[in-house]
């Protein structure tokens, strides 16, 4: 701005400093559009007065939404999701293409949201028949390609993710007249099984009537299929009949296609009824006691969950913040799911109850069996906690830890039992060790690789990942508790992941001169409904002799079984799926051993991590580590410019939440 204009500026009264600021940056940021596989433009003309969207949540869409979609001249041709799963790991395209009705370039964007535990593999875009296709990088080496494009004035997207279970993916391109713009998401996730099924969710809200809308899922399971469900929260009577499901013993096949009429959400409307998640839920059969073993192409995967154990005991400590911070709601829904989980306990549970502030308030000051009697005195307990006070995590953990130690050296608990912690905290610590690094090495030294700790961070000023690492260095796993009304149902939700062990102290082991490059293999717990899962390497080709054997500890004696694995050349058994990717074994490894390493690196070596980067580079994973570039054409209004996608961490991601950046599109 010229000297001259920032005197006038500065010698304006606040009020029209104010206003004019306001105006500026009016014109200088379009609004995004949101929602998932969205294809729009975005400019100040789509914009609609507060009045106009009120009474459009409350009656039909009719002429003005149509009125705001002539001037927005972007029309949606298509929008496609197409879901390969082999074994468990899948593979998701999401595909939408558009068509700039102007006689002006203008910018659109392309908004979807994928599940935060898959990697993006690629993203693309079709400009007037030429092929713009993105490539990770580290990093590093991103963030200086989008700082250098922003610098210099150029358009740049910086793409952030964010949600519960959900990533946001979104980027913009500037579109000429009359041009169409094809845009192409793929990503890969490992299935995980929860409460005894696998989970493939879809967000989809394209916001506008579609030519062609489209979601397929094809499902092969070498175990068999025992049963598949799909839904969807947008399903009405008349669009039920819709969901199409084949399944036979080893494949599933899902579709939902709705035309241009179906999708509307009433006669003659311009709006459309499809705007939620689409859910598939299935299981595999399950015989024996080894498990599922698959050798493709060099590599090898191992499914572990077998049927009808019977359950360990376990012995729990529930630590309960009642801090000041947890007032009102919070602690409302806390004493509520409590009780919950309480009245859930086995009679041959052990447990114990510690509420802390500054200072440490037990129920008893020792662990007591689940009976009737004691279940209702603590559940009395439980309905008089307050809120009041600092955080004194140390004491609250160590304190608890004690009880365990003290209990089981007195042999006053079952021999083969599960001993756990469940911490639940909104905060920092703020009393007594306040330190996280002394915390976790205090708790780490007491524990000493004899119980498993799970930590809860309830809502957004809690320091996750103090929490995550402290829960990863005691076998245990940290989960955010995001506030809502649905605070109580994610704390019951977890607490019932692992209120039932059937295996503890689980090793899976292979043939050593067969095998190398192993994720995981050995596991604290296994619980009823869940999966464990082993990938690796193979050297030699002799795999006639490839035993497996799992061992562990059962509630009445120990666990062993042993077997031999299964070869099989999938391309020859079955050449006719074109919707099996014969590499899925070596990137399942991939994606698993990537998975593993990124959980270590918080508390790990920076050779882990130097591997996790090493491998997303090499098999094209967007993880925390790497981003994706896609290089935008150039146009009229300037030289090449960089899209930029990145995945973040849970931390980050609670970060993003508190303190959300500004994506602009210049």
């Given at each position: 701005?010229?000297?001259?204009?920032?005197?006038?500026?500065?010698?304006?009264?606040?009020?029209?400093?104010?206003?004019?600021?306001?105006?500026?940056?009016?014109?200088?940021?379009?609004?995004?559009?949101?929602?998932?596989?969205?294809?729009?433009?975005?400019?100040?003309?789509?914009?609609?007065?507060?009045?106009?969207?009120?009474?459009?949540?409350?009656?039909?869409?009719?002429?003005?939404?149509?009125?705001?979609?002539?001037?927005?001249?972007?029309?949606?041709?298509?929008?496609?999701?197409?879901?390969?799963?082999?074994?468990?790991?899948?593979?998701?395209?999401?595909?939408?293409?558009?068509?700039?009705?102007?006689?002006?370039?203008?910018?659109?964007?392309?908004?979807?949201?994928?599940?935060?535990?898959?990697?993006?593999?690629?993203?693309?875009?079709?400009?007037?028949?030429?092929?713009?296709?993105?490539?990770?990088?580290?990093?590093?080496?991103?963030?200086?390609?989008?700082?250098?494009?922003?610098?210099?004035?150029?358009?740049?997207?910086?793409?952030?993710?964010?949600?519960?279970?959900?990533?946001?993916?979104?980027?913009?391109?500037?579109?000429?007249?009359?041009?169409?713009?094809?845009?192409?998401?793929?990503?890969?996730?490992?299935?995980?099984?929860?409460?005894?099924?696998?989970?493939?969710?879809?967000?989809?809200?394209?916001?506008?009537?579609?030519?062609?809308?489209?979601?397929?899922?094809?499902?092969?399971?070498?175990?068999?299929?025992?049963?598949?469900?799909?839904?969807?929260?947008?399903?009405?009577?008349?669009?039920?009949?819709?969901?199409?499901?084949?399944?036979?013993?080893?494949?599933?096949?899902?579709?939902?296609?709705?035309?241009?009429?179906?999708?509307?959400?009433?006669?003659?409307?311009?709006?459309?009824?499809?705007?939620?998640?689409?859910?598939?839920?299935?299981?595999?059969?399950?015989?024996?006691?080894?498990?599922?073993?698959?050798?493709?192409?060099?590599?090898?995967?191992?499914?572990?969950?077998?049927?009808?154990?019977?359950?360990?005991?376990?012995?729990?400590?529930?630590?309960?913040?009642?801090?000041?911070?947890?007032?009102?709601?919070?602690?409302?829904?806390?004493?509520?799911?409590?009780?919950?989980?309480?009245?859930?306990?086995?009679?041959?549970?052990?447990?114990?109850?510690?509420?802390?502030?500054?200072?440490?308030?037990?129920?008893?000051?020792f662990l007591t069996k689940a009976t009737k009697k004691n279940v209702t005195e603590a559940i009395a307990f439980a309905k008089k906690i307050k809120d009041d006070g600092a955080t004194n995590i140390n004491s609250a953990v160590l304190k608890a830890v004690s009880m365990l130690k003290t209990e089981r050296s007195q042999k006053k608990l079952p021999e083969r039992s599960v001993d756990m912690i469940i911490l639940l905290t909104d905060g920092m610590p703020n009393s007594g060790v306040s330190r996280p690094a002394t915390i976790?090495?205090?708790?780490?030294?007491?524990?000493?690789?004899?119980?498993?700790?799970?930590?809860?961070?309830?809502?957004?000023?809690?320091?996750?990942?103090?929490?995550?690492?402290?829960?990863?260095?005691?076998?245990?796993?940290?989960?955010?508790?995001?506030?809502?009304?649905?605070?109580?149902?994610?704390?019951?939700?977890?607490?019932?992941?692992?209120?039932?062990?059937?295996?503890?102290?689980?090793?899976?082991?292979?043939?050593?001169?067969?095998?190398?490059?192993?994720?995981?293999?050995?596991?604290?717990?296994?619980?009823?409904?869940?999966?464990?899962?082993?990938?690796?390497?193979?050297?030699?080709?002799?795999?006639?002799?490839?035993?497996?054997?799992?061992?562990?500890?059962?509630?009445?004696?120990?666990?062993?079984?042993?077997?031999?694995?299964?070869?099989?050349?999938?391309?020859?058994?079955?050449?006719?799926?074109?919707?099996?990717?014969?590499?899925?074994?070596?990137?399942?490894?991939?994606?698993?051993?990537?998975?593993?390493?990124?959980?270590?690196?918080?508390?790990?070596?920076?050779?882990d991590k130097a591997k996790a980067l090493d491998m997303s580079l090499r098999y094209s994973f967007v993880t925390p580590l790497t981003s994706m570039v896609v290089t935008k054409p150039q146009t009229e209004d300037g030289p090449d410019s960089p899209l930029i996608a990145d995945k973040l961490t849970e931390s980050q991601r609670q970060h993003e939440e508190k303190h959300p950046r500004m994506i602009i599109f210049f």
């Open positions: 701005m010229p000297e001259q204009g920032l005197f006038r500026f500065a010698s304006m009264t606040v009020g029209w400093r104010i206003l004019l600021l306001l105006a500026w940056i009016c014109i200088c940021l379009p609004v995004e559009a949101g929602g998932a596989l969205v294809v729009s433009r975005s400019d100040a003309l789509t914009q609609e007065p507060k009045e106009s969207m009120d009474a459009r949540s409350m009656k039909k869409r009719s002429t003005d939404s149509a009125n705001v979609r002539n001037v927005n001249m972007v029309e949606v041709h298509s929008v496609r999701v197409a879901c390969a799963v082999m074994s468990r790991f899948a593979r998701t395209v999401m595909t939408s293409k558009a068509l700039n009705k102007a006689n002006h370039s203008q910018e659109v964007f392309f908004n979807v949201e994928l599940p935060k535990t898959a990697f993006i593999t690629n993203f693309s875009m079709e400009i007037d028949g030429q092929m713009y296709v993105g490539e990770v990088k580290e990093k590093k080496t991103a963030k200086e390609q989008y700082d250098k494009a922003v610098s210099s004035g150029r358009t740049a997207g910086l793409v952030k993710a964010s949600g519960r279970n959900m990533e946001k993916f979104s980027v913009s391109v500037n579109i000429a007249a009359e041009s169409y713009v094809t845009f192409i998401l793929t990503y890969e996730e490992l299935l995980q099984r929860k409460f005894g099924q696998y989970e493939i969710l879809t967000r989809v809200k394209p916001e506008t009537l579609v030519q062609d809308f489209q979601i397929v899922a094809d499902i092969y399971e070498p175990q068999g299929i025992s049963f598949v469900e799909a839904t969807a929260t947008f399903l009405t009577n008349d669009l039920l009949p819709l969901v199409e499901k084949t399944v036979t013993d080893k494949k599933a096949h899902i579709s939902f296609s709705p035309t241009l009429e179906q999708q509307r959400n009433c006669t003659g409307c311009e709006g459309t009824a499809i705007n939620g998640d689409f859910v598939i839920n299935y299981d595999v059969k399950r015989e024996g006691g080894l498990g599922e073993v698959q050798i493709v192409n060099g590599h090898f995967v191992h499914f572990f969950a077998p049927p009808d154990l019977p359950r360990v005991p376990k012995n729990v400590v529930f630590v309960i913040d009642r801090s000041g911070s947890m007032s009102g709601t919070k602690m409302v829904q806390t004493r509520a799911a409590l009780v919950a989980i309480l009245n859930d306990l086995h009679v041959d549970d052990h447990f114990a109850l510690i509420a802390f502030d500054n200072k440490i308030k037990t129920w008893k000051d976790q090495e205090n708790v780490r030294d007491a524990v000493g690789g004899n119980m498993s700790l799970f930590c809860l961070g309830f809502g957004k000023d809690v320091e996750y990942s103090f929490l995550d690492v402290m829960s990863k260095q005691n076998k245990g796993v940290a989960r955010r508790i995001y506030e809502g009304s649905d605070a109580t149902l994610q704390l019951q939700g977890f607490y019932e992941e692992v209120a039932n062990p059937l295996l503890l102290d689980v090793n899976l082991r292979y043939p050593d001169n067969a095998v190398d490059l192993l994720t995981k293999k050995h596991f604290s717990q296994l619980f009823n409904g869940s999966e464990i899962v082993v990938a690796g390497r193979l050297h030699g080709n002799d795999m006639d002799n490839f035993l497996v054997e799992v061992i562990g500890e059962g509630p009445d004696q120990n666990f062993q079984v042993q077997g031999k694995a299964n070869v099989q050349n999938w391309d020859v058994i079955y050449p006719e799926e074109e919707y099996i990717f014969g590499d899925f074994t070596e990137r399942l490894w991939a994606y698993l051993t990537v998975q593993q390493l990124l959980e270590s690196s918080g508390s790990g070596s920076e050779e």
